[in-house]
């Protein structure tokens, strides 16, 4: 299974940005994909994650009511619509999937993307 991001940029406080996963190859051995961010010096922290195959979302307390996860299994990608975004939220952005239930510890995650950059600035 390999996970590939895009979308991230510089925006400026209170704006939105999408951020997409596209999710290739053995995508039944998916149970759970998720986002999670990092920053320097910082532990790599949960975003949300998403059920591939369910509609059960979950956010960190930090994003409840700005960021937005789904899917779309026809085009096998996930999102993450970020709005009202802050200069905290400034971070790398890594998607990852696995076959866990698990869906805040990264550390059961095992196939993840490469990252996207998400800048904001006040």
């Known amino acids: 299974v390999q996970l590939v991001e895009s979308g991230g940029g510089s925006v400026q406080a209170g704006d939105s940005l999408k951020l997409s996963c596209e999710v290739s190859?053995?995508?039944?051995?998916?149970?759970?994909t998720g986002w999670f961010r990092q920053a320097p010096g910082k532990e790599r922290e949960f975003v949300a994650a998403i059920r591939w195959s369910g509609s059960n979302t979950w956010y960190g307390n930090s994003v409840k009511g700005r960021f937005t996860i789904s899917r779309d299994n026809s085009k096998n990608t996930m999102y993450l619509q970020m709005s009202d975004l802050r200069p905290e939220d400034t971070a790398g952005y890594y998607c990852?999937?696995?076959?866990?239930?698990?869906?805040?510890?990264?550390?059961?995650?095992?196939?993840w993307g490469q990252g996207t950059q998400v800048t904001v600035s006040s």
């Open positions: 990852a999937g696995g076959v866990t239930l698990r869906y805040g510890d990264y550390r059961t995650y095992d196939r």
């Open positions: 190859g053995r995508t039944h051995s998916i149970y759970t």
